[in-house]
């Protein structure tokens, strides 16, 4: 089946830094979401982004369906951006595959 | 946006006994939807697709018998965790899509301890 890598595993940022997260999958896919799972539990929908670049406020995503990588940016991250990022692809057939995830802790 | 209700957040129950875990669509129509479980600091493994008014499909390795699942309606679907066990106890969360609709919305999760 399809492989999802995230990288990095882990980081820790200080409150105000940028940080990069990575997704690399190893088979085409229809689909691709980013995720927030916050400390309860709850997975936030970041972005749907199969191909091309989104923003939203602070965070933005691109993704390169040739070149099989999506990219998530966080820009003057906040303590409240805290929490696992995971990115999910669909390959086909409605399953939604997810990475092993990118654990953030932003420090105050 | 769409909103997937999850019922209920968290639950303890006695070794033995069966657990019924809700999942709603409560603002779309959702032909189907996902079960997921996931451990401590683990990702998210699908555990099987629920299609509405037919059988669901079970990811290999998961055991039809021990998780239940039932989707009876286009904005209901349940996980009932039969005989369960203290092995079982983890973190599940449903998710949906809209009928002909790309996009996963995910419910909050249900937190189940087996002691």
């Known amino acids: 089946g399809i492989q999802v890598e995230q990288s990095p595993p882990d980081l820790i940022l200080q409150e105000g830094a940028n940080s990069t997260l990575r997704c690399n999958f190893s088979d085409s896919v229809n689909n691709l979401q980013w995720f927030h799972q916050n400390p309860w539990g709850q997975l936030i929908n970041l972005f749907y982004?199969?191909?091309g670049t989104k923003q939203n406020g602070r965070l933005s995503a691109t993704t390169v369906a040739t070149e099989r990588y999506s990219l998530l940016y966080i820009s003057s991250s906040q303590t409240t951006d805290s929490g696992v990022y995971f990115c999910?692809?669909?390959?086909?057939?409605?399953?939604?595959?997810f990475g092993a995830g990118t654990r953030l802790f932003v420090k105050a | 946006g769409a909103v997937v209700s999850q019922h209920p957040s968290w639950v303890i129950c006695k070794s033995g006994t069966s657990v019924k875990i809700e999942c709603r669509s409560l603002?779309?129509?959702?032909?189907?939807m996902f079960w997921y479980r996931q451990f401590p600091k683990q990702s998210l493994m699908l555990m099987a697709t629920?299609?509405?008014?037919?059988?669901?499909?079970?990811e290999q390795g998961v055991e039809k018998d021990k998780f239940l699942i039932n989707h009876a309606s286009l904005t209901l679907s349940t996980l009932t965790v039969t005989s369960a066990h203290p092995e079982d106890s983890s973190f599940y969360i449903c998710?949906?899509?809209?009928?002909?609709?790309?996009?996963?919305?995910f419910g909050q999760g249900t937190r189940l301890t087996v002691v």
């Open positions: 998710s949906a899509r809209y009928t002909g609709g790309t996009e996963a919305f």
């Open positions: 999910a692809v669909e390959p086909g057939g409605f399953k939604t595959i």
């Open positions: 982004i199969p191909s």
């Open positions: 629920s299609n509405e008014g037919s059988k669901a499909t079970y």
């Open positions: 603002d779309f129509q959702a032909t189907t």
